[in-house]
């Protein structure tokens, strides 16, 4: 079947798609930045990547006509707190009409339960493209979740992040809040196996665990299986701006999507009761087993998506190709190059930079810079990186972004997402025995010179011994 994927660098679409791949599909892969998404990582034959645009309607004819199914998985949780809701109405709207111009049978939508009269912005924004999508000439699944568990996944990552840091939890009321988690390969199960099923075509289903926990359950019951004593004090005081500050603070996600989350953790997520599970002969995870499930995969550094692949910065999301090119006139720039003996050697510890590995130098001063990136609002260094020696262009690191990662050439290049009074990229090549190091900034005003110079003795130390560090060190996987 020939079968449209939108959304397949988000958690979801990319964990979906070598499930299809693996079943003999034809997968277009629909995406707004190809340099986003690799598709020679798939090394399939039946794999293609259209550009598309879903606020642009004119990129929406580069989508083929002659479709079987769709998948529509585009979430806008983790950008703008304000616009989000608009935003995904607007893409829904014109999805439905490209689509009726096709020939497509069923259009599969992963959105949220909404089993309440007084819902969230998040999800009552999710329910509206749901009712946009249903006017469509197509059959519409829906699969309604809640919270997904899975390595990676944002509701997962703040819960393992509260109970691995804080012994003691003062807790909002929220942690009360009923919700039915489900493993997120239970999510794919469902996506999977109701693709042109007929007993789901017109139909909204709620799909969840086999359990109904609060989120106060939940945290207990990761700390029993991680081994930890772990106690929660309820204060029924805290507002959820205040909430949406401590998950900030203390967790791992940025604000944008401690907000939204707030908002939605207040809201009861439990499922209307159906027998979709039977008729596709899924049988459901429990929570303790998909937290077991989540680790293990951690362990061994299989994470295959993660909440932190959402783009902070609208213009990097929008065209990373631009911010491919780095900028020559008006930066500032410290570049540094040394002679090496094993490139293969370098090239391993340059791909296994950041995360538990750390910067080579100084490991406690970057954390110093990303606690001061979190006061101020940034994303800090608690994103660190999914697998600790392989890196894929579009991918976090650290309070970096991957704008490229190429073994072939060479080249390893970031963009820094951190707070800074202007823009930043670091680069690594190797050319003939010769490791080159490039940091370069291109200030804002007269504050970005200051914020430059300013910090250029340290800067100077820092990259001296960084590089020095990449080249002399030992490889943790030779390539």
Known sequence: MKILLTGVTGYIGKRLLPVLLQQGHEVICAVRDPHRFDAAEFNSHCLSVVVVNFLDETTLQNIPTNLDAAYYLIHSMSSSTDDFGKLEETCALNFMNRLNQTSVKQVIYLGGIVNSDH?????????????????????????????????????????????????????????????????????????????????????????????????????????????????????????????????????????????NLVNSMKVEVVCQPNHLHRSLNIRLTPYEQAVSRAFDKIAQQEVISSWTDAVNNIDLENDMARFMKIPVFGCLVDKRCLPIEDETRVLSNLWSIGGDRGWYFGDWLWRIRGLLDKTIGGVGLRRGRKNQSHISTGESLDFWRVLLASRKDKRLLLYAEMKLPGEAWLAFDIRDKMLFQTATFRPKGILGRLYWYLLYPIHSIMFSRMIRGIASAKPLDPI
């Open 119 to 259: 819902l969230s912005e998040h999800l009552a924004s999710r329910k509206r493209v749901e009712d946009v999508l249903s006017k469509g000439n197509f059959e519409l699944t829906t699969l309604r979740a809640g919270i997904i568990v899975g390595s990676g996944s944002a509701s997962f990552e703040i819960i393992r992040d509260l109970v691995e840091k804080l012994p003691i939890m003062i807790a909002p009321r929220w942690v009360n809040t009923r919700s039915q988690p489900i493993a997120v390969a239970d999510v794919i199960q469902y996506l999977s196996k109701v693709l042109l099923f007929p007993g789901a075509y017109g139909q909204a289903f709620d799909i969840g665990g086999p359990e109904i926990l609060t989120y106060k359950d939940m945290l207990l019951r990761m700390a029993q299986v991680r081994g930890l004593q772990r106690s929660i004090i309820t204060v029924p005081v805290m507002s959820p701006k205040l909430s949406s500050y401590w998950l900030y603070f203390v967790t791992s996600t940025s604000y944008k999507l401690a907000v």
